[in-house]
Structures are given as structure tokens and as C-alpha cells.
């Protein structure tokens, strides 16, 4: 059995996973789905002091606590998050699995690849509060950007969980090296996403290309629209 360790992107918290963790568990894999601090019910840092260190230093200690080597996914933001930690820890980490992710480059940031994706709609609904730090999303706008496939029970939840995200991880460069290259990487596209588009999905899988890449018909929350399906995929790389 295999040990998934579940990240979650911006403004949002573990509880995405909701559908996902009874179905990995369900086939006797351990699953651990954590908030990234600031996130969710983690209330160890503001908000606003978040950091791609602070998250990956989270990360880090949470693998090194495990008695085997995990099956790393992250989701939107998260690729980066994943990215940077598998550097870290890279002995510790049997696979990588991007979600709709934002996979980077060596010396890139999030942000200079959201800037180029012509075909999303995220950056103009995004209210930036320099005040606080933080990025925000109008909560009238989060189900046409992220969830417009998804059913209204999992919309409502998310317009009262959704939380502020700090500016620093998008701008922030990500640093890897063989560390990171020698660890199977995966892709699971979304084919209808408003947030991280496919030609930008595509765009970052060229860059760093995957051992295999995976299609789901969603939006960028298929842990809401397809959850068996994506459970699939993540069980076939267990």
C-alpha cells in the first residue's frame, strides 16, 4: 500500500479532498491531507505571512514523519508547493503528481506563467489587497472560475471556505535541480479550465515533460466533478 501525501492550491484548504481521501483510504492507502499553514483550519502563521519556504518546510516535516516514501500531488498553486519540497527531500518522495498544476521551471515563478495563459480568466477576478498582502477571489466569481461543472452542494461549501492567499508564493522562484529531475513527475489535465488553462497546462508539460500525462474533462476542480474518476488515475500510480 501506498502513502498519499494531498496538497491543496490558493485560497483554498484540505478540505478540497474531501471526496478523494475516502477512496484512496477505501483501497488501504494512507492518506494525509494537511492545510498549508495560514490555510484552512491551520491558524500557526497569518494569513498574509505565508510562504513557499514556510509551506515547504511544513511539507518536508510531514514526510520525514512517515515510514516510507509518499506520492506526492498537488493541485493549482500546489505545483509549485510539491515542486520545491520534492527538492528538498527528494529520498523521501516516490512520486510527483500535478493536478492542474503550475509545474515550473528551474529559476520561474507562478506568477510569469499565470501572466502568459491568455486563455484563463483568473488574473482579471482577482482582487489584489497590497494592505494585507494577500490575493482574493469575489465570492460572486468562484464558481464561473473554478467550479462552473461542479454540483451546488460542493459550490456552497467552497464560497464559505475559501480564504485569502498570500502574494509571496507567486512571485516567489522556484529552485530545483537533479533532486528534483530524477523523481517520476505525472500530469492530470483539465481539458475545461478557467483558472490554469490546457494551453498552459501544455505549455508547462513541454517544459518539463511527465512520465505519462492523464486527461480528465473538468474544470480546475475535478475533486468535486469527477472524484471517482480522479481517484482512478491516483490509484493506478499507487
Known amino acids: ?34 492545510d498549508l499553514p495560514g490555510f484552512g483550519r491551520d491558524r500557526s502563521i497569518s494569513p498574509s505571512t505565508g ?26 498553486m500546489g505545483g509549485i508547493v510539491i515542486s520545491q519540497t520534492a527538492e528538498e527531500c527528494s ?22 506563467h499565470a501572466q502568459k495563459d491568455k486563455d484563463a480568466i483568473i488574473l482579471q477576478n482577482t482582487y489584489i489587497n497590497e494592505t494585507q498582502g494577500v490575493s482574493e477571489i469575489p465570492v460572486e466569481r ?28 507567486f512571485s516567489a522562484i522556484v529552485k530545483t535541480t537533479d533532486r528534483f529531475a530524477r523523481i517520476p513527475r505525472f500530469y492530470v ?5 478557467r483558472a490554469n488553462s490546457l494551453y498552459m497546462q501544455r505549455y508547462m508539460q513541454r517544459n518539463l515533460p511527465c512520465e505519462r500525462v492523464f ?22 500510480l499507487a
Open 1 to 34: 500500500m501506498s502513502t498519499y501525501l494531498l496538497i491543496h492550491g490558493a485560497w483554498h484548504g484540505a478540505w478540497v479532498w474531501y471526496h478523494i481521501a475516502p477512496l484512496l483510504r477505501k483501497q488501504d492507502h494512507k492518506v494525509i491531507v494537511p
Open 51 to 76: 510562504t513557499l519556504r514556510i509551506y515547504t518546510d511544513h511539507l518536508s516535516h510531514i514526510i520525514k514523519e512517515q515510514n516510507e516514501p509518499v506520492i506526492l500531488v498537488g493541485h493549482s
Open 91 to 112: 529520498e523521501s518522495i516516490q512520486k510527483l503528481i500535478y493536478l492542474a498544476a503550475f509545474l515550473v521551471p528551474n529559476g520561474t515563478t507562478l506568477q510569469e
Open 142 to 169: 468562484v464558481a464561473d472560475l473554478f467550479y462552473h461543472d461542479c454540483p451546488e452542494s460542493d459550490i456552497t461549501l467552497a464560497q464559505m471556505l475559501l480564504g485569502p492567499t498570500p502574494l509571496e508564493p
Open 189 to 193: 489535465e483539465t481539458l475545461h479550465d
Open 215 to 236: 486527461s480528465l474533462s473538468t474544470g480546475h476542480s475535478p475533486f468535486f466533478a469527477a472524484p471517482n474518476e480522479l481517484a482512478e488515475i491516483l490509484l493506478s
